[in-house]
């Protein structure tokens, strides 16, 4: 099996910045796309960046100019730096990845997710 273990939420007053890490580990042959998600009490959960093994990257237009995704595929790590955070990026982010274990089985897999509040 695989797991995602996510880190660096925490409370950040507007216009402050916060970087979350997400570490996969486990029977882990390949990890293809990784992304991050969130979802604000009473809504729906949300993408808010994907990167591919590649390094292509999908980033949802509100947090555009604001969110950095990248990834270490030595570290099987995803990372997002977050930046001019705002009341409305409250959330619980959520760490997702599209993955192959070592029994030749590809998975999608998430993170126990990891709070951000944005508050003054």
């Known amino acids: 099996q695989a797991q995602l273990a996510e880190s660096g939420g925490g409370l950040v007053q507007p216009g402050g910045s916060l970087r979350l890490s997400c570490a996969a580990s486990?029977?882990?042959?390949?990890?293809?796309?990784m992304g991050w998600y969130r979802q604000a009490p009473g809504k729906q959960r949300e993408l808010v960046a994907r990167?591919?093994?590649?390094?292509?990257?999908n980033v949802a237009d509100s947090v555009k100019g604001r969110f950095t995704i990248s990834r270490d595929n030595a570290k099987n790590t995803v990372y997002l730096e977050m930046n001019s955070l705002k009341p409305e990026d409250t959330a619980v982010y959520y760490c997702n990845a599209d993955l192959r274990t070592t029994a030749r089985v590809t998975i999608t897999t998430w993170g126990q997710g990891t709070q951000v509040t944005v508050s003054s």
């Open positions: 990167i591919s093994s590649g390094g292509s990257t």
């Open positions: 486990g029977s882990i042959l390949d990890i293809y796309s």
